[in-house]
């Protein structure tokens, strides 16, 4: 059950990546002004970051590293999601973002996002 949840987050992870460069402009209104010069780039290297992390997670002898790499990348999204936070409501996908699953997303499952890196980090599969 353990392995399930390494491959899980692999493929999860490997799927977001592909998601940035399938689909770059979702990713563009969660980007702070502040950012808006690097759009393209800062998209590209968080879709590239999130693909080899994925793989990397697959070996033994990365495994440990990718963590700590998807923990460090979850961290740096951080502005991006309070900026969501501050621009909320707002419409993402075909879904509306409200305040309340803004907070949900920051304060629930980016902290679970974090744990769950760490806790794969841990295992010797």
């Known amino acids: 059950m353990e392995k399930w949840g390494l491959y899980l987050m692999s493929v999860l992870y490997f799927l977001a990546g592909l998601n940035h460069f399938w689909h770059p402009g979702f ?3 969660l980007i702070p002004p502040y950012l808006k010069a ?13 693909m080899g992390l994925a793989l990397a997670l ?15 990348m979850l961290i740096a999204f951080i502005p991006a999601h309070w900026y969501m ?3 909320a409501p707002f419409k993402l996908g075909g879904i ?9 997303r920051l304060l629930v499952l980016h902290p679970a996002l974090v744990f769950w890196a760490y806790w794969v980090g841990r295992k010797t599969f």
């Open 27 to 29: 990713y563009a209104p």
């Open 38 to 50: 690097h759009t393209h780039l800062i998209n590209v290297v968080s879709g590239l970051a999130e």
């Open 58 to 72: 697959l070996f033994p002898a990365t495994r440990t590293w990718a963590s700590w790499g998807i923990m460090a």
């Open 85 to 87: 936070l501050e621009k």
């Open 96 to 104: 509306t973002m409200t305040p309340f699953l803004c907070w949900v």
